[in-house]
């Protein structure tokens, strides 16, 4: 809208006009971001697509909610200080065999390392919690990662996964077994590797897609 005031400089008329541009595309870059966090739930990362199964949101929210823990500060500060600063991801996973003894059933369900260690056992997501949680106080990269069924998108067996020389490791510390990411095509659930049990990796702000890395098809 022209100003009211005529008498006025061409370098003022102008002026509004050259932020006119800037600015449309400021207000529209907020509307889109305000769009975006209300449309997708807490924690749900940009590699989620929108139409995903709302169980399937709800667990990556779950699981990536355990992994901002084992990533903060505290957390980190808590389980150094049960380390050797000289442990590399190998020697973590010989640590842990001393630390938990292996359950059925869940104790307690906890998912802090901490409370898990104190406990001195769990199932297979508690051991995979202490794991990762070990790995990242030391800085060593590491995921939560969980063969899920896709009929009611729960857990069937949780692992971890390291970044160790240039890619991504498996790790099952709960059945003491490094990088056989075969494993289980052989196990009761094996055969739906691929179409009703999908394979995800959690990181504290994203999850991926892994089943073709445990999958044969």
């Known amino acids: 809208m022209c100003p009211d005031n005529k008498i006025q400089s061409t370098k003022k008329v102008r002026q509004p006009r050259k932020w006119a541009i800037p600015s449309s595309i400021l207000l529209i870059v907020v509307i889109a971001s305000s769009a975006t966090f209300f449309?997708?739930?807490?924690?749900?990362?940009?590699?989620?697509?929108?139409?995903?199964?709302?169980?399937?949101?709800?667990?990556?929210?779950?699981?990536?909610?355990?992994?901002?823990?084992?990533?903060?500060?505290?957390?980190?500060?808590?389980?150094?200080?049960?380390?050797?600063?000289?442990?590399?991801?190998?020697d973590l996973f010989a640590w842990e065999q001393t630390k938990l003894t292996f359950v059925s059933d869940p104790v307690g369900w906890f998912e802090d390392p901490t409370q898990i260690l104190a406990e001195g056992k769990?199932?297979?997501?508690?051991?995979?919690?202490?794991?990762?949680?070990?790995?990242?106080?030391?800085?060593?990269?590491?995921?939560?990662?969980?063969?899920?069924?896709?009929?009611?998108?729960?857990?069937?067996?949780?692992?971890?996964?390291?970044?160790?020389?240039?890619?991504?490791?498996?790790?099952?510390?709960?059945?003491?077994?490094w990088n056989n990411p075969s494993r289980y095509q052989t196990w009761d659930w094996g055969s739906g590797i691929g179409s009703t049990v999908k394979i995800y990796a959690f990181e504290a702000n994203a999850f991926h897609d892994v089943t073709s890395n445990y999958s044969s098809r």
């Open 122 to 177: 769990g199932i297979c997501a508690q051991w995979s919690i202490v794991y990762v949680s070990a790995c990242l106080a030391l800085v060593y990269q590491s995921r939560l990662v969980a063969a899920v069924d896709t009929s009611t998108w729960s857990f069937i067996h949780v692992w971890a996964e390291d970044y160790y020389n240039g890619t991504w490791v498996h790790v099952d510390p709960s059945d003491r077994v």
């Open 39 to 90: 449309w997708y739930p807490k924690n749900t990362p940009a590699n989620a697509v929108s139409d995903a199964p709302e169980g399937l949101k709800e667990l990556a929210d779950h699981y990536m909610g355990i992994m901002q823990n084992l990533n903060s500060s505290a957390t980190k500060a808590k389980i150094t200080s049960l380390l050797s600063a000289t442990y590399n991801q190998t």
